[in-house]
């Protein structure tokens, strides 16, 4: 039986592409300030489909802290969407976030094991499996250089029996799009850093730019805006991270990512934003 629809309040879409930095400075006008130190945003989320959110979720207010909610064991649920239907079945789900205001920085993680997606779609029927995906983001402010990286580990992962060497990257779904198996986007300036990471990103062929995931098992982001020489001190104020476009590396097993050429479109406001997510 499909699901029911679940939208979490503060949990910003991936569907709407977006600067964290500007969400934070029209939500906090005083966070520029000087002294006001770097603002902190994070989130995990072991399940995420068209901006909303399933099993295990860190972090699902609007301010940056360190939350572990429990495992959850199994996870089997069925959703409709507008390109045919989704199966999703998995173990062992978990998803946290850490802020470490002191030290200057926050992440995310996010995992699941015995994963089974199957993805029915204009007549085709693909099976993707995996014996475990991760997703980790981190985000810290040093000395005044923002900075934010993430890492994907997929183990095992197989597409329509077929096993999925690690040096692909993506892989086409007949009939439905493409899985990309270490997805990120990262954007920012000279004040501020932000990522988000996903460790199997499923685009519909409609989805051409290929820059926010039709949906991602798991999805994780974090990032720092303020930033600034003599900006730490002690003071930190905290946000909610959202998918930011830009170029990304990837490999399919283990990545840590390099510094990425941050390429952002200009973004909308966060009462633009807020109102679409709620009209949608």
């Known amino acids: 039986m499909a699901t029911s629809r679940m939208i979490r309040r503060f949990h910003l879409s991936g569907s709407f592409?977006?600067?964290g930095l500007v969400i934070l400075l029209v939500a906090s006008p005083g966070a520029q300030a000087s002294g006001a130190g770097p603002t902190f945003?994070?989130?995990a989320d072991a399940v995420s489909i068209n901006g909303q959110f399933f099993g295990p979720a860190a972090n699902p207010s609007p301010t940056c802290a360190s939350e572990s909610p429990p495992t959850q064991q199994n996870f089997n649920q069925t959703f409709n969407e507008t390109f045919?239907?989704?199966t999703i079945k998995a173990t062992n789900l978990n998803a946290s976030t850490t802020l470490e205001a002191e030290a200057g920085k926050a992440s995310a993680d996010a995992s699941q094991e015995n994963l089974t997606v199957t993805i029915v779609s204009n007549g085709k029927t693909n099976t993707i499996t995996a014996d475990k995906a991760t997703a980790h983001a981190q985000a810290s402010c040093?000395?005044?250089l923002p900075t934010?990286?993430?890492?994907?580990?997929?183990?095992?992962?197989?597409?329509?029996?077929?096993?999925?060497p690690s040096t692909t990257t993506q892989v086409t779904l007949p009939g439905f799009g493409t899985?990309?198996?270490g997805f990120q986007r990262q954007g920012g300036s000279s004040t501020s850093d932000n990522v988000s990471v996903s460790g199997l990103a499923f685009f519909t062929s409609a989805n051409t730019l290929m820059v926010s995931p039709d949906f991602s098992i798991p999805l994780v982001g974090a990032g720092v805006s303020n930033c600034t020489p003599g900006g730490a001190g002690g003071r930190y104020r905290s946000g909610r991270n959202v998918v930011v476009p830009g170029s990304k590396q990837e490999d399919s097993g283990t990545m840590t990512s390099a510094p990425i050429p941050r390429t952002c479109p200009p973004p909308r406001t966060y009462q633009a934003r807020w109102q679409a997510h709620h009209t949608r």
């Open 17 to 19: 592409i977006i600067l």
């Open 84 to 86: 045919g239907t989704v």
């Open 41 to 43: 945003i994070c989130n």
């Open 179 to 181: 899985l990309d198996n």
């Open 148 to 164: 934010a990286t993430g890492s994907i580990t997929v183990t095992n992962l197989v597409v329509n029996n077929q096993s999925v």
């Open 142 to 144: 040093v000395n005044g």
